[in-house]
């Protein structure tokens, strides 16, 4: 008697054990699940904004030099003779050497990551063959080597992978107009502020839709940053632009600006590049 019941006490003692494993394994499958998903419902979640009505860009009229029409006073009088002095030889001004980007800090989504310069390639469809920019298969951003240099009139263009090779620009969609992007150049560093977020239809879009899109990483007039990648989460479905203008503040690359990488919490594994150091 005394030997089943301590058998059957060791068979509930063990299935006891064994539920209460299979329970914290379910837990634990839970929890990292959602962690997998989080990127994929989130993005997705994210409300999509109305797609902005194509404006022409503004022009520059040009203004006429202001005509004199009042009366000119003639001299009578016989100019006395003067010695003519030589003129002085002007020597070319230095071309400055272009500050093209290196590095990108973006305190509000904890990245920081180095810039590549990247060209485009012409690739073949079942229509038209269209142009397509790369795009860094590491954790970096690539700079449209067409596009403007830091510090000068024009746009300034770098995109990066939402979803795989690093997800540079993975949280992208969340930043608001004020957040602060900083470019380096070298160590020189260019501040901006985030004027707009676009969220545009992209895939099994027509030619002119996706044309139309392209517009935003065209030259402009004016001083400004353009960020470029895909979204939602593991899709293609839309193009998402985030466009900023410099800082007020910065408008000297040599200001005095603090390194905001020490106050950036780190997303995931992504640590600094140990090259930028």
């Not at 501040?191 to 239809?201: D, R, S």
Request: proline share 14%; charged share 10%.
């Amino acid at each position: 008697m005394d030997t089943r019941h301590s058998s059957g006490s060791t068979r509930q003692t063990g299935l006891g054990l064994v539920a209460q494993i299979l329970m914290w394994g379910g837990i634990a499958l839970l929890i990292v699940g959602g962690l997998l998903a989080y990127p994929y419902v989130a993005s997705r979640l994210a409300p999509v904004p109305p797609t902005p009505t194509p404006t022409a860009p503004p022009t520059q009229s040009a203004t006429p030099p202001p005509t004199s029409t009042s009366a000119v006073p003639v001299s009578t009088s016989t100019p006395s003779p003067t010695r003519s002095t030589p003129t002085p030889t002007l020597l070319p001004s230095p071309t400055p050497t272009p500050a093209l980007p290196t590095r990108i800090v973006i305190p509000a989504i904890g990245v920081d990551a180095p810039v590549a310069p990247v060209s485009w390639q012409v690739v073949e469809t079942d229509g038209p063959a269209q142009v397509a920019w790369e795009v860094p298969d590491t954790y970096a951003a690539g700079w449209h080597e067409t596009s403007a240099p830091l510090g000068v009139p024009g746009n300034t263009v770098l995109n990066g992978h939402n979803t795989t090779h690093g997800e540079v620009f993975r949280d992208l969609y969340t930043l608001k107009a004020g957040d602060v992007i900083i470019v380096y150049a070298g160590e020189v560093p260019y501040g901006y502020a985030v004027t707009e977020v676009l969220i545009l239809p992209e895939a099994g879009q027509p030619l002119e839709k996706r044309i139309e899109n392209a517009r935003y990483i065209l030259p402009t007039e004016d001083e400004r940053l353009t960020l470029v990648t895909c979204h939602p989460y593991g899709s293609l479905r839309y193009r998402l632009i985030v466009i900023a203008h410099p800082l007020s503040n910065l408008q000297s690359p040599t200001s005095n600006i603090q390194d905001p990488v020490s106050s950036i919490q780190f997303r995931g594994t992504h640590e600094p590049n140990p090259f930028l150091a």
